[in-house]
C-alpha cells in the first residue's frame, strides 16, 4: 500500500521548508506496492529534465512513473541547510537573460527570483596584489589586467563569438570548421590567440568558471559550441553571457533556495514518483521495455533516460546499445567541481564597497560569489573548488578544505572571513549519483565522431538532461528544455 510520507526538510528541500513551506509528497519508495507499475512512460531521473518530462507527459494523459536513485529530487539542484536556519545551493542557482523555460518553471511553481548582489566593486586578486575594481565602465565586469592583455582579451572573445555563430545548435559536429576545430584542444587554441600572459589568465579563469574543467581537457569545438548554446532562437550566445552577473547567467537567485523549483514540480507528480530507486537495467521484453531500479519494477511503453552521459553509462541495456552509442558515453566525463559557502552574521565585505565577487589567480577557490539571503539577515561567502584544485581536494578532510577555503576568503575579504558562523561544503565528485559537475564535457574528437548519438533515440529509449539541449546545455534552464523535448518525442512516437 502507498505509503503517505512527509519527507524531512532536510530530505527533500534541505531546509528551504522554513523559508518557503513544507511540501508533502506521497511517495512509495522503498515499498513493495511499487514492484509491477505498469505505465505508458518509465523516466530515470528526478532532476530538473526528468521531472519536466514527467510534467508534459502527464499533462497529455499518458501514464508516468519517474525512478530517482537518491531520496530526494533535484539531482544536480540541492538546497543545503545551514546552522543558522537558512538555506544555501550546493549545486544549481542563477539563472540570466534567455532562459526563458527554467524561468517559465518557476513562475509557474510560485518560485520567484531576486537579483544577484552586484552593488560595489569586484576584486581582482593576481600576482599577490588585490584591485577592487567597478563593473559600470567600460570594460564590464572584465577584470583591469595590464591594457595589451585586455586588447587581446577583447580580440579572443570577439573570435570565439564569431566561430559560436557558426555553430548549427542541433548538430554542432556539422558546422563547416567541425574537424578542424575539433582536432585541438582549447588549451592549444588558447596558446596561438591568447598571446598575451594575462589575457591567457583571463581565458583560463573564464575557462574554468564556466566549465569546471582546464582548457586542456575541452575540444575547441565543444567550447565554442557551448557558448553557441548560451542564448535562445532570438538571441545567439555569447561568451559574455556566460560569465557576466548583470545580464549574464548569474543574474539571478531564486528566493527559497532554487531546488525549490524540482522540489514543487515533484509535488505536482504525487505516487508518480519513486524515490531511492536507482535503476540497474533496462530491458527491452514483447516490445515493452521493463526496468529495474532497486525494489522497484516498472513496465512500460517508453523509457526517458533523464540522467548524465556518464551515469546513463552504468546502466545494464538488454539488448546492448548500439556501440557508438555506448562510445559516446564513455567519453563524455563529468567536470570536476564543488562548492564551499561560509556564513557570517553579516555580509561584511558590502561595508567595505565589495561585492563579494573574486576573479583570483591563486588558491582553492578562485571565484567567488555573494550568497546573502535577499534580506541580507546573514551573510554568505560562496566560492567555487574548480577543475585541478577540485580534484587535489576530492579526498582531503572537510577540516583541510574548510582551512584551505577560509585561507583563500581572509586573502580576497580580511580578518572577519576567518571565523564564519558555519560552514557547508558540496564536493560533486564524491556524489553516487553525479560524480562530478556541473556538467559533462567533450575532450577532441569526441563530438564529431559521436554526436549524433546524443539525442538519437535507441527503439524506444529516449534521451534527456541538460547535456543534450540546443539552448543552455549545461544549465538548469537547458534540462529544462531537454524534458520539453523529450516529452514531445515520445509524444509523437506513442
Ligand atoms: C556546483 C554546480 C553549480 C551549478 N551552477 C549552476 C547555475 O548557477 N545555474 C545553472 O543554470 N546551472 C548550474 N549548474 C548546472 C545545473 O545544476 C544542471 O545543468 C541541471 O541541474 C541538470 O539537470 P538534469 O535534470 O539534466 O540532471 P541532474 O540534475 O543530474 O538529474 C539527474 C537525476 O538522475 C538521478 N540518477 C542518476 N543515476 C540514476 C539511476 N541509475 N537511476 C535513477 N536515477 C538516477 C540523479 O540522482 C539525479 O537526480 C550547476 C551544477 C553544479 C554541480
Not at 294 to 301: E, P, R, S
Not at 344 to 355: E, H, I, K, S, V
Amino acid at each position: 500500500m502507498a505509503r503517505e510520507r512527509q519527507l524531512s526538510r532536510r530530505t527533500l528541500l534541505g531546509g528551504a521548508a522554513a523559508t518557503a513551506g513544507a511540501v508533502t509528497l506521497t511517495t512509495t519508495a522503498g515499498t513493495a506496492s511499487a514492484a509491477g507499475r505498469d505505465v505508458d512512460v518509465a523516466v530515470v531521473g528526478a532532476g530538473l529534465a526528468g521531472l519536466t518530462a514527467a510534467r508534459d507527459l502527464v499533462a497529455a494523459g499518458r501514464t508516468v512513473a519517474v525512478l530517482e536513485a537518491r531520496d530526494r529530487v533535484g539531482g544536480r539542484v540541492v538546497n543545503l541547510p545551514l546552522g543558522n536556519g537558512g538555506v544555501t545551493e550546493g549545486g544549481g542557482e542563477f539563472i540570466g537573460p534567455t532562459q526563458d523555460r527554467i524561468k517559465a518553471l518557476a513562475d509557474s511553481l510560485g518560485v520567484a527570483t531576486f537579483p544577484t548582489y552586484n552593488t560595489g566593486k569586484n576584486l581582482l586578486y593576481k600576482d599577490g596584489k588585490k584591485t577592487a575594481y567597478a563593473t559600470d565602465g567600460l570594460l564590464g565586469a572584465v577584470p583591469p589586467v595590464d591594457v595589451a592583455g585586455l586588447a587581446n582579451a577583447a580580440i579572443v572573445q570577439a573570435s570565439l563569438n564569431d566561430m559560436a555563430k557558426q555553430i548549427p545548435v542541433e548538430a554542432p559536429w556539422t558546422a563547416a570548421k567541425a574537424a578542424e576545430w575539433d582536432r585541438q584542444t582549447f588549451e592549444t587554441w588558447l596558446r596561438a590567440n591568447a598571446v598575451v600572459p594575462s589575457a591567457k589568465f583571463l581565458l583560463d579563469v573564464a575557462c574554468t568558471s564556466i566549465f569546471s574543467a582546464e582548457p586542456r581537457e575541452l575540444s575547441l569545438l565543444f567550447v565554442v559550441s557551448y557558448i553557441a548554446t548560451a542564448g535562445n532562437a532570438s538571441n545567439p550566445g555569447t561568451l559574455e553571457r556566460l560569465t557576466e552577473t548583470a545580464n549574464g547567467a548569474q543574474e539571478l537567485r531564486f528566493v527559497g533556495g532554487s531546488q525549490l523549483v524540482p522540489a514543487r514540480l515533484a509535488a505536482t507528480l504525487g505516487d508518480r514518483l519513486v524515490l531511492s530507486a536507482p535503476v540497474r537495467s533496462i530491458a527491452r521484453s514483447g516490445g515493452r521495455y521493463v526496468v529495474t531500479a532497486d525494489g522497484t519494477t516498472v513496465t512500460a511503453d517508453r523509457v526517458v533516460v533523464a540522467v548524465p552521459p556518464p551515469l546513463a553509462a552504468r546502466i545494464a541495456y538488454d539488448p546492448l546499445l548500439p556501440a557508438g552509442r555506448d562510445q559516446l558515453t564513455q567519453r563524455l566525463p563529468m567536470a570536476s567541481v564543488g562548492k564551499a559557502i561560509a556564513v557570517y552574521d553579516t555580509p561584511f565585505w558590502r561595508a567595505d564597497g565589495l561585492n563579494g565577487q573574486v576573479v583570483s589567480d591563486t588558491g582553492v577557490v578562485s571565484s567567488t560569489f555573494d550568497n546573502s539571503p535577499p534580506d541580507a539577515s546573514y551573510g554568505a561567502l560562496m566560492g567555487f573548488i574548480e577543475a585541478d584544485e577540485m580534484r587535489a581536494l576530492d579526498s582531503a578532510s572537510e577540516a583541510a578544505v574548510r582551512a584551505a577555503v577560509l585561507k583563500d576568503y581572509v586573502t580576497y575579504f580580511g580578518e572577519k572571513a576567518a571565523s564564519p558562523s558555519s560552514f557547508v561544503l558540496q564536493r560533486w565528485n564524491n556524489e553516487a549519483y553525479t560524480r562530478g559537475g556541473p556538467v559533462s564535457i567533450a575532450a577532441p574528437g569526441v563530438l564529431t565522431q559521436y554526436g549524433p548519438a546524443l539525442r538519437e533515440p535507441v527503439g524506444g529509449i529516449h534521451w534527456a538532461g541538460t547535456e543534450t539541449s540546443t539552448y543552455w546545455m549545461g544549465f538548469m534552464d537547458g534540462a529544462v528544455r531537454s524534458g520539453e523535448r523529450v516529452a514531445r518525442e515520445v509524444l509523437a512516437a506513442l
